[in-house]
């Protein structure tokens, strides 16, 4: 038996600890255990928490990976290979301007002739951007007979609202892929374009578009959902009342599922598992890849992939503990940098998929292992004490420690979640600087434009055309 004790991460002498009335320590151990959560909240960061990196603040230090210090900046940009910009086809060129010296620089001859291979210089403009209008004249001519006064119609495919397609997109564009506001939108159309629009103007065309993707972006839904695999994933996108469809005012969810080459998202006033079921599929026979959320425990752990990326933040916040929850959260991340150690290797291409496998069989029976060993220690039912939290969050893990390893033996599945993440970048800022939508319909124009926005990228096609 050691002769101290830690108490709140200080190691005391035992003999004193016992020599102090029950009532201290009682009293020691319950601000002790407030200090430790505290502290715990104070500390928490994208490291060892699900709070984004842009939380963090300014001024701390990223640790450095491997050995050693990082290069200078100027050592980093002599190392980094020059980029050269990208020359158009001559046929693409309103002028080829052919520039011949006339005399040689050292001795003054004249010079005649051609280079074969001459250096190409490009100078890009930009043309004077003019709107193109057409007019419609409608006539209204009376009748004869009854007096009737008839309006002729406008022909078929004409806008009502006075906008052609093109300008139309180009206000979906900038509004949702570029996510400007209604003031702004007005602004670079009239400062770029010479089209003078009223906010009333980008809303009813902001509908438009988005009705006009509908059909599209129900289809990208149920391609989705027929894929072999896919990411989801979900964060928070305030929806207001403005239509009186929203009135208890319930906070709304923006769920997003990714596949290699289309992207799905949905604004659902619900973070449930019935929500999770009606996006995903409940009959979707693929593999998920997702984090530990609740709402996806109807899937069967076999056709789970767990997020490493946040199992490692929580291993993170176990060894930043103190007492046993270091130890557990150390052994458990040890074992977590050896996995991905060879799982770069396997990316690469420098370790076969077999030998993968065989390797991580081993680790796998270590890291449960450590994972029922935590689960063996004493705590209260309600105890919220840091070691509560780590023993819980080991408890959660066994319930679903299958789907930690899918990844390993089926080729395709990634091992995080980091694709979806990346796709909720996007509509995360855009949440920030217009504190979500005000309406269904704003909910229904974001979500079609982030699904027809993100699919075309996926698929390297222009999203204006």
Known sequence: MSDEIEIAGIRVPRADWEATPASIQMLVQVLSERLLALEEKINRSSQNSSKPPSTDGFGKAVKAKGKGK???????????????????????????????????????????????????????????????VVEYRLHGLR?????????????????????????????????GAYRLSYRQVCAVMDDFFGVRLSR???????????????????????????????????????????DGRN?????????????????????????????AKALIGEQFPGIVTSDRYSAYHWIEVCRRQ??????KRDFTAMAERSGVSREIGEALLKRQRRLFRWWHRVRDGTLARSDFIE????????????????????????????????????????????????????????????AAEQALRPAVIWRRTSFGSQSTGGSQFVSRMLTVVTSLKAQHRNVLD
């Open 70 to 132: 990082a290069p200078p900046r100027e050592q980093r940009r002599k190392s980094a290979p020059r980029e050269a910009r990208k020359l158009y086809p001559v046929e693409d060129c309103r002028a080829v301007h052919e520039v011949i010296p006339p005399a040689c620089d050292a001795c003054g001859a004249s010079l005649s002739g051609q280079d074969s291979h001459p250096h190409r210089h490009q100078v890009i403009e930009l043309p004077p951007v003019k709107p193109e």
């Open 143 to 175: 009748c004869p007979c009854c007096d009737t006064v008839t309006r002729a119609e406008l022909p078929l495919g004409v806008s009502a609202l006075g906008y052609g397609e093109r300008l139309s997109a180009m206000v979906a564009l900038l509004s």
């Open 200 to 242: 009333g103007g980008v809303g009813r065309l902001r509908q438009d578009i988005s009705d006009a993707v509908s059909p599209a972006v129900a289809e990208a839904k149920a391609y989705v959902q027929g894929q072999p695999m896919m990411h989801s994933d979900e964060t928070s996108y305030p929806q207001g009342n403005r």
């Open 247 to 275: 009135p208890k005012r319930t906070k709304g969810w923006l769920w997003v599922l990714v596949t290699p080459l289309v992207s799905f998202f949905e604004v659902v006033l619900s973070r449930s598992q019935a929500t």
């Open 306 to 311: 767990v997020c490493w990326a946040h199992l």
């Open 359 to 418: 390797q991580v069989n081993p680790l796998r029976a270590g890291f449960k292992a450590e994972l029922v060993a935590a689960t063996a220690l004493p705590i209260a039912h309600a105890e919220k004490t840091p070691l509560a939290k780590t023993i819980r969050t080991c408890q959660q893990l066994l319930q679903v420690e299958p789907a930690l390893w899918t990844f390993v033996e089926t080729p395709g599945v990634e091992p995080t979640n980091n």
